[in-house]
């Protein structure tokens, strides 16, 4: 009876994965069980400190009351200069809406643009909330699948085939949560020409991994003047200055688009925190000195994984370019046996891993890719040596 009280609406959602992985992980270490971590994508290190002190001014200086729906002036001014400074993009103030995180922009734009049984294009594997956000759009996923072959990146013919009349919106994410691909500048204009024969599909580029890339600089497919009154860019200050409890994320957008995003918050969530907008006013007005310390610990901790991964038989893993996650194939293990238990999928690979090695990962099933299994390099060396150590001893015991 209960159950069948709630709404169809979130009745047909699935939970967060990677949200369900930590709770476990985190259930273990309360009964004393030493587990490793390494299903969140959290940054481990803590917020640099002239940003917390920008936030303690805040307090002081009276910044305790509500803030205008899309965010105070002074930091969408921020957001701005940082588009002109580091993308060569230009956007006014009204363009800019700043939102409780990443994810509030991202609904806030599917759930502004997108009507029931229209179509939205999203790459495999993806972020675990963008096919939810559809749902409660109540439009049509359209998967394009990738693999590890091609670096979990579609090609221009793959795009072109995905769209139709009905088509309208097309989401990625670029440096890529779960796999870090990252689309470069020439993969980008081939994407582009084929969106320009489809004036009718908007896209969303979510780019809040922009600031942890190992590649020269990061491209935005907004650089392509013909797509611009057609793109939403959404980032946010969680990753690149390591303040994901902070919940700031903002978009980008034509001004019709960034108006109508403000007036569906207001009836949500109103503005984000007022203390937490001037942290991220400081943290887009500051030195990126912080970010790029932290993008080498990144690129140093990559390298040791993907070096320790590699020594295990049967897992295939490609070079990630960016956002801190290795992304391997573990087919080769399903059907393998551990006593009467037969490993059939990812999840149950994932779930093996955490009761037998005490390492908690995410499985690949949450993702859309149900070959692989997620591991996030966002924590300390001694954890990342501890954890594959343990994974390779434990599927070394799989028959």
């Known amino acids: 009876m209960e159950k069948s009280s709630l709404s169809k609406r979130v009745q047909n959602l699935s939970q967060s994965q990677t949200i369900g992985m930590s709770k476990l992980s985190r259930e273990m270490k309360a009964k004393g069980i030493d587990v490793v971590n390494l299903s969140l994508g959290e940054p481990d290190f803590i917020t640099p400190e002239h940003i917390r002190t920008a936030a303690k001014k805040a ?99 793959q795009l072109e085939n995905a769209i139709t009349p009905k088509t309208k919106m097309f989401v990625f ?43 020269d600089r990061h491209q935005s497919i907004a650089q392509f003047e013909s797509l611009r009154e057609r793109i939403i860019l959404v980032n ?47 943290a887009l007005n500051g030195d990126l000195k912080p970010t790029e310390e932290m993008n080498k610990a990144f690129l140093r901790r990559r390298n040791l994984l993907l070096e320790l991964i590699r020594e295990i038989p049967d897992l295939k893993v490609n070079e990630p370019k960016g956002a801190f996650y290795v992304f391997p194939d573990a087919s080769a293990y399903f059907n393998r046996k551990y006593g009467q238990h037969v490993i059939k999928n990812a999840d149950d690979f994932c779930m093996y891993l955490l009761e037998k090695a005490q390492v908690s990962t995410v499985t690949g099933e949450a993702f859309g890719a149900p070959e692989c299994f997620r591991i996030s390099y966002a924590a300390s060396d001694e954890d990342l040596r501890k954890a594959v150590s343990r994974i390779k001893a434990a599927l070394a015991e799989l028959k």
């Open 173 to 215: 994410s670029s440096p890529c949560n779960p796999t870090g691909s990252v689309y470069s500048k020439d993969e980008l204009a081939a994407l582009a020409k084929v969106f320009e024969r489809h004036p009718h599909v908007f896209i969303l580029s979510d780019e809040i991994y922009e600031h942890i890339n190992f590649l």
């Open 59 to 157: 307090i002081d200086d009276g910044f305790t009351f509500y803030p205008p729906i899309s965010g105070y002036n002074e930091l969408k001014s921020a957001i701005c200069a940082k588009f002109k400074r580091e993308n060569n993009l230009h956007f006014e103030p009204e363009q800019v809406v700043v939102s409780t995180g990443a994810k509030q922009c991202i609904a806030n734009a599917i759930l502004c643009m997108v009507n029931p049984g229209e179509e939205v294009i999203i790459p495999m594997p993806y972020w675990v909330s963008y096919i939810e956000i559809v749902k409660l759009a109540e439009g049509v996923t359209v998967p394009i699948k990738t693999g590890i072959e091609s670096d979990f990146k579609i090609s221009p013919e």
């Open 236 to 282: 946010g200050v969680s990753k690149g200055y390591a303040m994901t409890g902070w919940r700031i994320g903002y978009l980008a957008a034509p001004k019709y688009i960034a108006q109508a995003c403000d007036k569906m918050q207001g009836q949500f969530t109103s503005a984000a925190s007022s203390i937490a907008q001037k942290a991220a006013e400081a």
